[in-house]
T-cell receptor
Framework: DAGVTQSPTHLIKTRGQHVTLRCSPI?????VSWYQQVLGQGPQFIFQ???????GRGNFPDRFSARQFPNYSSELNVNALLLGDSALYLC????????????????FGEGSRLTVL | GESVGLHLPTLSVQEGDNSIINCAYS??????FIWYKQESGKGPQFIID?????DKRQGQRVTVLLNKTVKHLSLQIAATQPGDSAVYFC??????????FGSGTKLNVKP
């Protein structure tokens, strides 16, 4: 079975541009989360979506937005790129929201590495 | 806000020895913790988790210990192998929506 897939794997943008990153969750998973991982640091939570609704948002500016489609895939959009947006953007999926009898395990993709020049 | 930190940024061990990676967390409301392993160029991979109503959980060659009194988490890897070389992150959670990750410990296994 395919894991979480992300595209593109690598991309280079210049300051002020816009970027769209895409994620396909594991088949059957309805929850998708986005994390930003700056080099040398742990992942930082950006968004969680479940059943096409935003269920959580991290401490990121409004330049960051996301959405989830009926097939549970997701897009992360970043406008007006800054040098500091250079990072590995990770998408993670899990079957539901978690909690109760479910584990909270997140299944991560390999990430999209964004470089802003 | 929450903060998750690690005591050592880099840990070097001899192949076959046991490894212990430590993590401190600050949010006493966190009730679920996960250890992830991240190899170079890959996404984080789940290792083991523990809920706050437990103080120890064992997996295959790995054990997680939770000390809620001092808000400390540790990952023990038995008989460390070269394939264990990676960066290890602990993550905490209290509502299953967002996880807070530490900055990671790099484990180097010497042959």
């Amino acid at each position: 079975d395919a894991g979480v897939t992300q595209s593109p794997t690598h991309l280079i943008k210049t300051r002020g541009q816009h970027v769209t990153l895409r994620c396909s969750p594991i088949s059957g998973h309805k929850s998708v989360s986005w994390y930003q991982q700056v080099l040398g640091q742990g992942p930082q939570f950006i968004f969680q979506y479940y059943e096409k609704e935003e269920r959580g948002r991290g401490n990121f500016p409004d330049r960051f937005s996301a959405r989830q489609f009926p097939n549970y895939s997701s897009e992360l959009n970043v406008n007006a790129l800054l040098l500091g947006d250079s990072a590995l953007y990770l998408c993670a999926s899990r079957p539901g929201l978690g909690g109760g009898a479910n584990t909270g395990e997140l299944f991560f993709g390999e990430g999209s590495r964004l470089t802003v020049l | 806000g929450e903060s998750v930190g690690l005591h050592l940024p880099t840990l070097s061990v001899q192949e076959g020895d046991n490894s212990i990676i430590n993590c401190a967390y600050s949010n006493s409301a966190s009730d679920y913790f996960i250890w992830y392993k991240q190899e170079s160029g890959k996404g984080p991979q789940f290792i083991i988790d523990i809920r706050s109503n437990m103080d120890k959980r064992q997996g295959q060659r790995v054990t997680v210990l939770l000390n809620k009194t001092v808000k400390h988490l540790s990952l023990q890897i038995a008989a460390t192998q070269p394939g264990d070389s990676a960066v290890y992150f602990c993550a905490e959670n209290n509502n299953f929506n967002k996880f807070y990750f530490g900055s990671g410990t790099k484990l180097n296994v010497k042959p």
